[in-house]
């Protein structure tokens, strides 16, 4: 089997992570059973792939902190969109907005960034990377 006594700081498995995240939206957003259940099947998906991957950086002897800053950041962006893209389909328009504006909210409360692996000392303001080639 593939258990690291005491590995990792964090220790969820991916039904546990899958079932803390939709009860938060449950909350937040007064999913139905229906929604509740989709939503559950989707981060549980989202959870197995990211094991997966910090299995595999582990196993390249990598810590998740060498890991190209940048590369992280593309990385949890594309993620984020395709969560966004999955809500979508799964809550109401009105869920969505709130979704969407507690999102908003968080991101603003990480402030400087720290609470981003990496560390990242006074990352960006806001949480959003600045977009690449686009006008400041």
């Not at 989202?46 to 950041?73: H, L, N, T």
């Not at 593309?74 to 504006?101: H, S, V």
């Not at 409360?109 to 600045?130: L, Y």
Request: aromatic share 8%; net charge positive.
């Amino acid at each position: 089997g593939q258990g690291f006594p005491g590995g990792g700081q964090m220790n969820f498995n991916p039904e546990d992570m899958a079932k803390r995240q939709a009860e938060r939206l449950q909350q937040q957003l007064e999913l139905n059973k229906t929604q509740y259940d989709s939503l559950y099947v989707f981060f549980l998906a989202q959870s197995k792939e990211q094991q997966k991957q910090r299995e595999q950086m582990r196993q390249g002897g990598q810590q998740p902190q060498q890991m190209d800053r940048e590369a992280m950041m593309e990385r949890f962006q594309k993620q984020r969109e395709a969560q966004e893209a999955k809500l979508k389909t799964i809550l109401t328009e009105a869920q969505f907005k709130k979704y969407q504006e507690q999102q908003a909210q968080q991101r603003a409360n990480f402030g400087g960034g720290q609470g981003f692996p990496g560390g990242g000392q006074g990352g960006f303001q806001g949480g959003m990377p600045p977009r690449q080639g686009g006008a400041r």
